[in-house]
T-cell receptor
């Protein structure tokens, strides 16, 4: 299909790991992105991964990329209540001036104390 | 850098009125995007500009919506006449599109309520 797919909801307990999954569509996407949206705010770039990488780690965040299956995941270690937000996956599509980001519908992460 | 600036942050208007949303992109960025976010439809791309030129406006819902970018530091999204179904949060984002990286920086959004 044409859409970037994500599950809509995820609930975890504080201190556990969270894994948010995404499938994208364009095998030629150069970069893949994770954005975070806190209540009442705009989307904030969390991290991104270049398509020739399998994994990227940044403190509590780990991004895994499976290009064969077009699957992207974001793992948050030791999840805190402040991590409660909506997480959007996005892929780059097109080239040059026609290039753009295509966003998934977002996964709402709820962290229970 | 101040980031992407949007105004107003909140707008409440009556059906039939004209609404103008404003955006100042990050200095040096050459692409600007307008999005709409609702609970029902999620995040939708309305239109985007590259070097002040509209590239893709296929997401603009109908003729009541128009967007302009008269210069590199300012863009407007206008709805005339507004309808209750236009109620949403409207985001502006900008990007520098360097070396194939299309990462976008979002403004705080304008929450529009049409009664």
């Amino acid at each position: 299909g044409e859409d970037v797919e994500q599950s809509l909801f995820l609930s975890v307990r504080e201190g556990d790991s969270s894994v948010i999954n995404c499938t994208y569509t364009d095998s030629s996407s150069t970069y893949l992105y994770w954005y975070k949206q806190e209540p009442g705010a705009g989307l904030q770039l969390l991290t991104y991964i270049f398509s020739n990488m399998d994994m990227k780690q940044d403190q509590r965040l780990t991004v895994l990329l499976n290009k064969k299956d077009k699957h992207l995941s974001l793992r948050i270690a030791d999840t805190q209540t402040g991590d409660s937000a909506i997480y959007f996956c996005a892929e780059s599509r097109g080239r040059g001036s026609q290039g753009n980001l295509i966003f998934g519908k977002g996964t709402k992460l709820s962290v229970k104390p | 850098d101040a980031g992407v600036i949007q105004s107003p942050r909140h707008e409440v208007t009556e059906m039939g009125q004209e609404v103008t949303l404003r955006c100042k992109p990050i200095s040096g960025h050459n692409s600007l995007f307008w999005y709409r976010q609702t609970m029902m439809r999620g995040l939708e791309l309305l239109i985007y500009f590259n070097n002040n030129v509209p590239i893709d406006d296929s997401g603009m819902p109908e003729d009541r919506f128009s967007a302009k970018m008269p210069n590199a530091s300012f863009s407007t999204l206008k709805i005339q006449p507004s309808e209750p179904r236009d109620s949403a949060v409207y985001f502006c984002a900008s990007s520098s599109r360097g070396q194939g990286n299309y990462e976008q920086y979002f403004g705080p959004g304008t929450r529009l309520t049409v009664t």
